[in-house]
Structures are given as C-alpha cells and as structure tokens.
C-alpha cells in the first residue's frame, strides 16, 4: 500500500528556534498532503492542507506566519514551526491521499515535538 | 463547519466482551471513514463507508453507516488484548479531502 514518511519522528529544542518536519510519499504522488496537529489523549485536528504549486490553506485559528508549509513537490511537503514556545509540543501527523483522488488518507509516522 | 462526535471517549472491557463506538455528524456526510491508532503510534485507515445504510465487515469488526448518512458505528465482537487502542470516525471537511476526525474512542481490553 501507499507509504507516507516523516522526518524526523521526534524533536527537541529551545524556545525561540525554527524545526522543519518533513512529509513524504514514498510510492505515490500527492498534489495535496494535509498537516494535523495531536495534542495528548486529544483528536486529530487539522491545521493546513498543503498544495503543490500553490499556497497553503489553513484552518481558522493556525497562524500562517508560524505554521510555514512549502509543498516543493509532488512528493514532499515540509512544515516549519517557527519561534517555536513550549505551547507549540505537539504530535505532528501529515497525511495524504493518492494522486488518483481516492479519499482514503495515508499517514506518516508523526514527528513528536517537544519545546523546552 | 461540519462537526463529528463520537462517543464514548473511554472503553474499559475484559477480553471476549463486545465492544461499539457510535459517531455522529451535524450534517449530512459524502462517506465516513474509520481509523485505528494504537498507542504512541499514527492513524491506521480501517475502512470507509459511501452508500447510505452501509455495512460492512472486516473478521471480529462491523462498521455501519446510517440510513441518513449522519452516524455511524463500529462494533467489535469478542474483543482481544490487540485490539487495544483509539478508533477514530472522520468525515471529508466542506474543502474536500481532509478529514474532521471525531475525539476517539480509547479502547482498554484486559485479560
């Protein structure tokens, strides 16, 4: 089946510092990947959907200037938090469907951020 | 927006009892999607359901979709110690394909 990974699985780092979490489709192409945030014992909730090409959409509430997502190519989406705060540690899950339109999602491994 | 609700948020249930997760949408859904995430782990797509009293079957898991597509459920026959983890329903945002995943059900099963 469809393979989506992340990079890294896990983060640590100081208040104030910029992390860029990666997200790859291994065996498919994906013109759309879309970026959920994880908060512990909570639910999925998603923070933006990356478009090749073009600029990311987010969801109301997720500051664009803090969240930055370039989708660079048809495999590769990247997330960079930036000024990172401890309120930001989080589970981050990005996910996405195959390039055929199928609305099953794949999703990565997540990358567990942690801000001290 | 759309907004999905599951409950309940907690299971506790002994080995070999039966188990259900019932989700409901605000609005009428296109199809509805299950996934399981086992603990420290990512969302596992299970199955989605389309068509409007939908049921389907995978071995011990029965999921159902309702006859005016705004609920569903996933019930879990004689549960095992591996099927331990958070189900999720999800279904599509207005945007398109992201999914609005409803809070989970936690599922504890002890020997």
């Known amino acids: 089946g469809a393979v989506v990974s992340q990079h890294p699985s896990w983060v640590i780092c100081k208040s104030g510092t910029s992390v860029k979490i990666e997200c790859r489709s291994l065996?498919?192409?994906?013109?759309?990947m879309f970026w959920y945030r994880q908060f512990p014992k909570q639910s999925l909730m998603l923070m933006a959907t990356?478009?090749?090409?073009?600029?990311?959409?987010?969801e109301q509430g997720v500051e664009k200037d803090k969240f930055l997502i370039n989708h660079a190519s048809l495999t590769l989406s990247t997330l960079t938090v930036t000024s990172a705060h401890p309120e930001d540690s989080s589970f981050y899950i990005c996910?996405?469907?195959?390039?055929?339109?199928?609305?099953?999602?794949?999703f990565g491994p997540g990358t567990r951020l942690l801000v001290l | 927006g759309q907004q999905v609700m599951q409950i309940p948020q907690y299971q506790h249930v002994q080995e070999g009892e039966d188990f259900t997760t019932y989700c409901n949408s605000s609005t009428t859904l296109s199809n509805i999607q299950w996934y399981k995430q086992r603990p420290g782990g990512h969302p596992v797509f299970l199955i989605q359901?389309?068509?409007?009293?939908e049921v389907k079957k995978q071995k011990r898991l029965t999921f159902q979709f309702g006859e005016a597509k705004k609920n569903s459920s996933l019930h879990i026959t004689a549960t095992q110690t591996t099927d331990v983890g958070t189900y999720f329903c999800a279904g599509l945002s207005n945007s398109g394909y992201a999914l609005n995943f409803g809070k989970g059900t936690s599922l504890l099963v002890t020997p």
């Open positions: 996910s996405a469907p195959p390039l055929a339109g199928v609305e099953t999602q794949y």
């Open positions: 359901l389309v068509k409007s009293g």
């Open positions: 065996d498919f192409q994906a013109t759309t």
């Open positions: 990356s478009n090749e090409g073009s600029k990311a959409t987010y």
